[in-house]
Structure formats: structure tokens, C-alpha cells
């Protein structure tokens, strides 16, 4: 094992999924790549997550257009992974 700094810019989990996937198994992908792809699939699979996302306001489950917006902050914004 080997510790690598990465920077914290709100993008860190994905600079560390592409350094691991580039590593060990030779697939090149940005972390904005990595973004897009992690969007996508959040919008095409919300019964999955959207269950365990939480409206800070209300305390309640995001609501669909709420969990569309999140989605789009994954994609457009350096969010943190959660």
C-alpha cells in the first residue's frame, strides 16, 4: 500500500477512482469522466440512491426534481461523493 496525496478540491474521490482505475487495471478516465459517468447512472437508476438522500430543509427524501438537481451538482460541480 501506498499513500498519494491528491488535491481536496471537492473532486479528491474521483482523482482517486481514476489513479486506481488507470493503476490496476489500465483504464484512462478524467475525474470529469468519472463525474458524467456517476451522474448518468445516479439519473437512470434512482431507485437505488434516491432513497438515501435526504432534503436538509424538510428531513424528507429528496423528491425526484430534487435528486435531478443533485444529480446535475455530481456532474457540474466539485460536490463531495457522499
Keep these: 500500500l501506498k499513500i498519494k496525496d491528491v488535491k481536496s478540491d471537492g473532486n479528491c474521490m474521483y482523482y482517486a477512482v481514476s489513479d486506481q482505475l488507470q493503476f490496476k487495471l489500465s483504464i484512462s478516465k478524467s475525474w470529469q469522466e468519472l463525474r458524467d459517468l456517476t451522474s448518468e447512472y445516479m ?15 424538510s428531513g424528507d427524501m429528496m423528491n425526484e426534481d430534487q435528486y435531478a438537481d443533485y444529480c446535475e451538482k455530481i456532474r457540474d460541480q466539485p460536490v463531495w461523493g457522499d
Excluded at 439519473?43 to 430543509?57: G, R, S, V, W
Design 43 to 57: 439519473m437512470k437508476n434512482p431507485d437505488q440512491f434516491q432513497p438515501y438522500l435526504i432534503d436538509e430543509e
